[in-house]
């Protein structure tokens, strides 16, 4: 989680905001890597849940899905995570990443599982 | 991509095999991040779609859905993709990640949209 | 679709919305189908893909991601898409299926590529 | 599950195999709908986990993939599931779609949640 250079931005139980740089994040054509997207959607809602349900449970990423919509060069990007649900054995997140100048770059879910340790 | 610390092991149009270590992708609890998987997974479907294709045409992944199966904690994990389907402007890889013991640790599958540069 | 019961209710390039009644469409356990729901938000996408970019162009739905999030017994389920993004090839739309209270029932995105015939 | 048309050929805790015919599952251009495609996958992977896990506890598909491969215009598609892992509270089932001929359809994965009733 360090190797991509999280920054949290927000953190609450119903909204968690978090950014990287897109250097250093970079695949073979300069551009940003899918799999820091990746790394930092998955991040975001493990996190959020995790504040959501308590740290006396433990949360696991079961699935997750994304898509890329919008390549990047520089800069940071941003990831907006809220609750589609907080259950009591699942969560489901949405999250929202952004550029710098609010384009919309990807779109992620995470399905948590939600156990007693 | 470097920062995960990827190595190749097999590169063939129909066949790619990679493998990153554990250590160094881990998340808080000291198990392998599930953005370390993501990327891996990103990775082998990208470079596997490039090398399919050839270097004169452009791959990008549009979509990534990652099934997380299995924690770990050590040694490495290694990522085999094949083509589900390679076609003129949309390929899909399915990839598939083991642990030292050959226990599945996940199951990947990247979309990937085909464009002249 | 038919056999769904699909019922439009706004087309719109920037927003489609359409429902389906639960009754007839059901699983062993008397409760939506999840194929149902996941047919519905294909059906949504793939409608707003071809009203976003015309009746000249093809339109062919490849990757599919339903989050299940809530059974429903009876009543409608509604679905509201809005396009994450319509590029030149690949269109992405976000669907979000409520029940008749308006809780969320379900999450999904479809990814749609557009081809000249 | 009826209105598709289900026809269950093998019933097995380490595989499923079921078909529905193509005639009545139908898009507006003739082909096989993307839905039909879906409810077959996650009725395939539902009833596998149910025969996995036993008929005391409750099974509720959570998340669903599909990427659709090929198009196909008559007689029927055949799915195939086999479980990626069945666990305690989470089994996840890997499910390929093929045609008539053996060609790859659709390939799709089901999460799926175990609950004691």
Redesign the interface.
């Known amino acids: 989680?360090e190797?991509?250079g999280i920054e949290w931005l927000e953190i609450d139980p119903e909204r968690i905001v978090a950014r990287i740089p897109v250097e250093?994040?970079t695949?073979?054509y300069g551009f940003l890597?899918?799999?820091?997207t990746?790394?930092?959607i998955?991040?975001v809602a493990?996190f959020g849940t995790a504040v959501a349900v308590g740290l006396d449970k433990q949360v696991?990423?079961?699935?997750?899905?994304?898509?890329?919509?919008?390549?990047v060069r520089d800069g940071h990007i941003t990831a907006t995570g809220v609750p589609?649900?907080v259950g009591r054995?699942?969560a489901?997140w949405?999250v929202r990443v952004t550029d710098d100048q609010g384009n919309?770059v990807a779109?992620g879910?995470l399905?948590v599982?939600i156990?007693e340790p």
Chains 1, 2, 3, 4 share one sequence.
């Open positions: 989680m190797r991509i250093g994040n695949q073979v890597h899918g799999g820091a990746a790394t930092l998955e991040s493990s696991v990423g079961v699935q997750l899905s994304v898509n890329h919509l919008r390549a589609h649900r054995s699942v489901v949405d919309l779109a879910t399905t599982a156990r």
